[in-house]
C-alpha cells in the first residue's frame, strides 16, 4: 500500500505547519478579557478618586460645609507660599539622603546574608525584623529611646545621649532620616539578597581561579550583575520618598517648628488641621505628579540601559 500523501502546510492528519520563527501569533481574545477587572479595579479605586483631587484642588472646601468654586486660586497660594516650597525641599533631602545612606547598607547587607551559611539565615532573620513592625510603633519606640530624660542616655548612664534629638531643628531631621532607614533597609535587602543568589556561581568561580579576591569579584561581579536589581530598589526608595507621612507624623508631628515638616504632613495637617481641603488636595496633586515623573524618568533610563546592554550582548 502506498504511504499516506501529505498535504502542503501540514504536518499530518489534522495538523498545521508550525509557524515560521519569528513570526507573531495573536493574543487576541480571552487573555485580553482577563485583563478587564484589574483594570477595572484600578480605575475605580484609583483614576476616580485622582480626578475628584483634581477637581477638588479647584475648589473651596472646609471639610464640612459646602463646596464652592475657587478655580486656580488654591494653585496661586500654594506655589506662592514659602511653607510649600520649603516642604518640598525638606521632602527633596529626605529622597536624596534616604537613597545615600539606605542603598550601600542595603547592598553590603543583601551580599552578606545572601550566603549558605547558618549564621547568615539567622542575621537575614534578624535584619528582617524591623518591615514587620508598624510605622506608629517605630515611631513610638524611637521617640521614648530618644527622650533626653528618660531615654538611653537615663538607661546607659552617657550624657552624650542625653541631648534633645528632637528638639533641635538640624538633628531631628537626621533622627528621621535614620529612623526612615531603620524601617525600609531590611526591604531593599531581601531585593539585593535574592538579586546576588541569581549570580550564577561559575562566574565567581571563573574569578577565583584567575586569581581574583572578593573585593574584585563584587566590584567586578556582583555590582554589575546588580545593576536592575540597584534601579528596582532606587526607583522604590525614591518614590516612597513622597510618601513618608506616618512615621514622620507620630515622632516629631512636623517639628520642632517646620523642620521635619515635609510635603505629605504639610498636605495633611493643611487639609485636616487648617481644614483647607482645596489646598491639601493642590499638594495632593504636586505629590502624583512628582511621583509620576520620577517613576517614568527612572523607567525610562532602565530600559535604555537595558536595551543598549542587550545589543552590546
Not at 39 to 53: D, N, Q, R
Not at 183 to 197: D, E, I, K, S, W
Not at 285 to 303: D, H, K, Q, T, Y
Amino acid at each position: 500500500m502506498d504511504a499516506p500523501t501529505i498535504a502542503p502546510g501540514t504536518t499530518g492528519a489534522g495538523s498545521r505547519e508550525a509557524p515560521a520563527p519569528g513570526a507573531r501569533t495573536s493574543r487576541t481574545g480571552p487573555p485580553v478579557l482577563m485583563a478587564v477587572p484589574a483594570l477595572v479595579l484600578f480605575a475605580v479605586f484609583a483614576l476616580l478618586p485622582l480626578a475628584g483631587v483634581v477637581v477638588l484642588s479647584l475648589m473651596n472646601w472646609d471639610g464640612i460645609g459646602d463646596i464652592s468654586w475657587n478655580g486656580l486660586g488654591n494653585w496661586a497660594r500654594a506655589l506662592g507660599d514659602q511653607a510649600t516650597y520649603h516642604a518640598i525641599w525638606l521632602s527633596v533631602q529626605v529622597m536624596v539622603a534616604s537613597w545615600l545612606f539606605q542603598t550601600p547598607v542595603s547592598l553590603l547587607l543583601g551580599v552578606l546574608v545572601a550566603g549558605r551559611g547558618r549564621y547568615r539565615a539567622v542575621l537575614g532573620v534578624l535584619y528582617f525584623l524591623p518591615l514587620l513592625l508598624s510605622a506608629a510603633a517605630i515611631a513610638i519606640a524611637f521617640k521614648a529611646l530618644l527622650d533626653p530624660n528618660f531615654g538611653m542616655s537615663r538607661a546607659f548612664g552617657i550624657g552624650a545621649l542625653s541631648q534633645d534629638w528632637l528638639g533641635d531643628p538640624t538633628l531631628a531631621l537626621y533622627v528621621v532620616i535614620f529612623v526612615i532607614a531603620w524601617q525600609f533597609v531590611p526591604f531593599h535587602t531581601l531585593l539585593y539578597q535574592a538579586g546576588v543568589r541569581q549570580i550564577p556561581r561559575q562566574l565567581y568561580e571563573a574569578a577565583e581561579i584567575d586569581g581574583a579576591g572578593r573585593v574584585r569579584q563584587f566590584f567586578s561581579i556582583t555590582l554589575p550583575q546588580l545593576r536592575y536589581t540597584i534601579l528596582t530598589s532606587s526607583t522604590l526608595m525614591l518614590v516612597g520618598s513622597l510618601t513618608y507621612f506616618d512615621l514622620v507624623f507620630v515622632l516629631t508631628g512636623g517639628g520642632p517648628g517646620n523642620a521635619t515638616r515635609f510635603l505629605p504632613l504639610d498636605m495633611y495637617l493643611n487639609g485636616f488641621s487648617n481644614n483647607d481641603m482645596g489646598r491639601a488636595s493642590t499638594l495632593a496633586v504636586l505629590l502624583v505628579v512628582a511621583g509620576l515623573a520620577l517613576s517614568l524618568g527612572l523607567a525610562r533610563l532602565a530600559g535604555f540601559q537595558r536595551g543598549s546592554q542587550l545589543e552590546g550582548a
